[in-house]
């Protein structure tokens, strides 16, 4: 067993690399678009492009997220701490969620309090937290919302951060089975769906909510 997953780590890992230079070559397109370069773009373009630029950077720091995934097993990778607005960069990940393939029957909504402190974390591995939920909720959730939600909890010194949804979420017999390396829990809606397969246990920060201390 221990050897499949290694062996799918590094053809990930491969398939990952090739992914790269695509990627390059379109984000760089879409940033001479944004900037008038290939030509004027009225109100309605500049903002397609502009979703479509940040669902790139998200899929290019996915490709990222393999890489991580061995340094992570090899106890290498580095946080790079810094204060973080947290409103701000959470209506930030709002915008980019709304530029994720979802069902037209749902609402992708943001819910913050307006005491949000300053926080010190890393913002780019908060981030794929975050995005990381919004691609399972997007994919599982065929009607309703999906909130992207915080909760100050001064007495405690803590923010809550998570993501919640309307989807038909994981039977009770199967939540033995989540965070296990590249296994996708099998459920009738899974089975409706499109997935890779590759389940939460790929993922460098699996988990429903993320909890931080350390308030700026």
């Known amino acids: 067993m221990d050897q499949a997953v290694s062996q799918r780590k590094l053809d ?19 940033h001479l678009l944004q900037d008038g370069t290939l ?6 373009q ?12 998200y899929a290019s720091q996915l490709v990222g997220d393999v890489f991580d995934l061995a340094k992570i097993e090899n106890g290498g990778l580095t946080l790079y701490v810094e204060n973080i607005d947290l409103a701000d960069f ?16 749902v609402s992708i909504q943001l819910d913050l309090p307006a005491d949000l402190p300053v926080i010190v974390g890393d913002s780019i591995r908060l981030r794929q937290v975050f995005m990381n939920l919004l691609s399972n909720a997007v994919k599982y959730t065929v009607q309703g919302s999906i ?4 909760r100050h909890l001064p007495q405690r010194q803590e923010v809550l951060l998570g993501v ?22 099998d459920t009738n809606l899974v ?11 790929n993922l ?9 201390q350390n308030l700026g």
Request: charged share 20%; no cysteine; proline share 9%.
């Open 191 to 201: 089975r409706r769906r499109t997935g890779d397969g590759a389940g939460p246990g």
């Open 164 to 185: 919640a949804d309307t989807g038909e979420g994981i039977p009770p017999d199967k939540l033995g089975e989540l965070f296990q390396p590249f296994h996708q829990v």
């Open 147 to 150: 909130t992207i939600y915080a």
């Open 204 to 212: 460098p920060y699996p988990g429903r909510d993320a909890r931080r």
């Open 46 to 57: 500049t903002d397609w492009v502009a979703t479509a630029l940040d669902s790139l950077r």
């Open 12 to 30: 990930l890992s491969h398939i990952a690399h090739d992914l790269r230079a695509p990627l390059s070559i379109a984000i760089t397109t879409l």
């Open 39 to 44: 030509g004027d773009l009225n109100g309605e």
């Open 90 to 105: 959470l209506r930030n990940i709002h915008h980019t969620a709304g530029g994720l393939p979802h069902d037209p029957a």
